[in-house]
């Protein structure tokens, strides 16, 4: 692996973002004021303890959410000054999702699955690129079988062959392990690695699992909103070991 220093210009750079979300009693903070910069061609895992606002974080980094003040910059591009157009374009072209649920269309081949961020471009669909694209996750020979006929692992490979199809600049994965079992897991985090060592492509990644948090180039602990904690070059015990601290 190799991290990426912090002199280089971020993927995403998140500045003094604070996200709340409305309750009969009044605005629930979920995001205090939170300054973090993903680097680019690097694997960055974020976890915190359920409701820490790990989610929010990467919804506001992703441009999926606008937080309620502070700024988030994909390169050169505030996130916040754009409106629901433009950030639907950047979603399409720049930014990739993996999510737990794979979110696969069951009434599509996988083939039709991994070929629709191109279709939703609006640009001429290659089955090359489409064939390439499912060749790199190993699931060539299942591109005329539906979402049903594959194990959950299959799944989740699908969805990361339809995010990389589209070469985004940064893939935002909320717990893309969770649902799987550990070899599955395994197997979709050798691929979310090689986006990053082959692809040069930027991850970051929502976790609770300290085996998958260990694939990546450093870890940022969030806890009740706050950036508490980083960790580089972590391994599976040490993730434990900080999470544990912040989890007492």
């Known amino acids: 692996m190799s991290l990426a220093t912090d002199i280089q210009v971020p993927a995403v750079q998140l500045a003094a973002v604070s996200r709340s979300y409305p309750s009969q009693a009044g605005p629930v903070p979920v995001l205090h004021e939170v300054s973090l910069a993903f680097p680019a061609r690097s694997l960055t895992a974020v976890m915190g303890p359920s409701g820490s606002g790990k989610t929010t974080l990467l919804h506001c980094a992703a441009g999926l959410e606008q937080p309620d003040s502070g700024r988030v910059l994909l390169g050169d591009t505030d996130l916040t ?11 399409r072209g720049r930014v990739g999702f993996v999510f737990q649920q794979f979110n696969l269309l ?11 961020p191109l279709r939703l471009q609006g640009g001429r669909v290659r089955r090359a690129q489409i064939v390439d694209a499912l060749g790199r996750v190993g699931l060539a020979d299942k591109a005329g079988r539906r979402p049903a006929q594959l194990s959950g692992g299959q799944q989740q490979r699908v969805a990361i062959a339809r995010t990389l199809v589209a070469e985004p600049e940064i893939v935002f994965a909320d717990e893309p392990t969770g649902s799987l079992d550990r070899q599955s897991g395994r197997q979709v985090m050798a691929l979310l690695r090689d986006v990053v060592d082959r692809a040069g492509r ?3 990644m929502v976790t609770h699992d300290p085996a998958a948090a260990a694939c990546a180039d450093r870890v940022v602990f969030l ?12 391994t599976a015990e040490a993730v434990a070991q900080q999470l544990s601290v912040w989890e007492r």
Not at 223 to 234: A, N, Q, S
């Open 81 to 91: 000054a754009c409106d629901e157009r433009e950030l639907t374009r950047i979603r």
């Open 106 to 116: 069951p009434m599509l081949t996988v083939y039709d699955n991994v070929a629709l």
């Open 202 to 204: 930027t991850v970051a």
């Open 223 to 234: 806890f009740d909103g706050r950036i508490v904690g980083r960790l580089d070059h972590p």
